[in-house]
């Protein structure tokens, strides 16, 4: 009992913490007209800004990272990026000029760039693979939670005390959850810590050793179902935040609305839908697909797809109403997918490279996708405005939207050889474990045996995780 309270605890932790990861950049969207009015700023800038000047860093950055969280101690590294990123956000509001506010964005994706891979080893330790869609879309939920602070927080902070303030106001509360996270959080692997069961004993320096980069690289590329998961995720994320990023300016522009007011529309939208579409993929994968990851990416494609169709009505509508119903309907389609992408991802990787393959698959999806899309939208803009005013945004939105049929072309070739791929997944992780247990046996490694036990919640035949 302690143990299962315990577990849901961490990941409650875990996602407020996500939460305060993403309001910065939605944040931002928000507040893109008026530092562009106050910094005298040409779209492509703030496309630059938004984009590749922050993704390069927060890519980058969040491979050492990882690879330190693949042997260190995450919670740790949970804490200490926390506090750089909350602090950091606060000192965007002190910036005066474009150069200043590029840097300081860049202190911000360092730190952010130290949230997600660990927090993901973490919940593998306690989440069986049954748990995982469950456990990973319940981690979701802290992007669509961030929809409704970011927006709408940042709306109304932004008409009552202007960006700069708003700034300092949202990264504040990161110092808190940083302290929380540090003094209640348990590391499996630090000895100190009072000892707490895990369903996958997590990598020690008595059990396995980190793999070289260029072994992680080779093993997770030679894997199918992981390439096209990655470039699946990479042009989601493209179109995501190529689209994410203006929308808040596009609705200023098209439909003529104040921040405030806006804000609280995209805080329903965005957090009402990705609520409801990330939940639901993560249950609906864990009641009905459970083990069953070909059926959850069959899904997941037809969700992408549906998405795509609806985005491109949102820059078609006659009037906000009918945009903002369009963009939550959207939502909901894309944000099914986070639980059964990220838990296949999971469990096709072993625990001494979790940490690391997610840094890997942030690093791809997030040049091209965080680094691009803005940018793109941002010229794409500037490219148009001399034919098409202020409406030049709304024709760059509405090209990019159908690209989600790329990303539910990927989802379908990942769903062709994940069973194969899980197959010989656990193989090698049942050999692994019998190697060592037959080493422990021999070299009286800890007990002086090794003992194995099942996977607790796993499916028959799953492979055992060694326990010491």
């Known amino acids: 009992m302690r143990f299962i309270a315990y577990k849901h605890y961490l990941l409650i932790v875990l996602t407020i913490i996500l939460v305060c990861n993403y309001v910065d950049r939605l944040a931002l969207g928000v507040l893109l007209e ?32 990882a690879r330190w969280a693949d042997r260190g101690n995450r919670v740790t590294i949970i804490a200490l990026t926390t506090t750089v990123w909350s602090a950091a956000v606060a000192l965007c509001g002190l910036a005066g000029s474009f150069v200043q506010l590029v840097l300081i964005r860049i202190g911000v994706a360092v730190g952010e760039a ?23 879309a319940l981690y979701g939920l802290g992007g669509p939670l961030s929809f409704v602070v970011g927006f709408f927080l940042a709306g109304w902070l932004n008409e009552f005390y202007g960006w700069r303030w708003t700034f300092v106001m949202l990264g504040a509360p990161g110092i808190l959850l940083a302290l929380l996270a540090r003094f209640t959080l348990k590391e499996p692997r630090d000895p100190r810590s009072p000892r707490v069961d895990v369903v996958d004993e997590p990598a020690s320096s008595a059990s396995a050793s980190q793999p070289s980069m260029k072994e992680v690289c080779t093993r997770l590329w030679a894997n199918h179902t ?14 995501n935040y190529g689209i ?54 069959k899904a997941m494609s037809v969700a992408i797809a549906g998405a795509g169709v609806l985005s491109t009505f949102v820059y078609l509508a006659p009037n906000q109403y009918a945009a903002f119903g369009f963009a939550g309907l959207a939502v909901i389609g894309l944000t099914t ?96 474990v019998q190697a060592f247990a037959t080493r422990d046996a021999t070299t009286g490694v800890g007990d002086g045996a090794a003992s194995v036990s099942w996977n607790a919640g796993s499916e028959p035949g799953a492979a055992p995780i060694a326990r010491r």
């Open 114 to 136: 130290g949230c997600i891979p660990p927090a993901f080893s973490l919940i593998a330790n306690y989440f069986n693979r049954a748990e995982r869609p469950r456990a990973a």
């Open 337 to 432: 997918v986070n639980g059964p992408l990220f838990a296949t991802i999971q469990t096709l990787v072993p625990e001494n490279m979790r940490a690391v393959s997610f840094a890997l698959v942030y690093l791809v999806a997030n040049l091209i996708g965080m680094g691009l899309g803005p940018l793109a939208t941002g010229v794409m803009s500037d490219a148009f405005r001399t034919a098409l005013g202020d409406e030049s945004l709304r024709y760059a939105l509405l090209i990019l939207s159908p690209g989600y049929f790329l990303a539910a072309w990927y989802a379908v070739r990942a769903g062709r050889t994940v069973t194969s791929d899980l197959d010989a997944v656990q193989i090698e992780q049942a050999r692994t």
């Open 34 to 65: 008026d530092i562009k009015a106050d910094l005298a700023l040409s779209d492509t800038q703030l496309g630059f800004l938004g984009g590749i000047a922050f993704a390069l860093f927060y890519s980058v950055m969040g491979v050492p990272i």
């Open 226 to 239: 992981f390439r096209s998961l990655l470039i699946c995720l990479a042009v989601i994320f493209f179109f």
């Open 244 to 297: 994410l990023q203006w929308q808040p300016a596009f609705f200023i522009r098209s439909h003529g609305l104040g921040t405030g007011e806006m804000g609280t529309w995209l805080a329903v939208t965005y957090g009402v839908g990705g609520l409801l579409g990330t939940f639901l993929g993560g249950e609906l994968a864990s009641r009905y697909a459970a083990n069953n990851e070909r059926l959850q990416l």
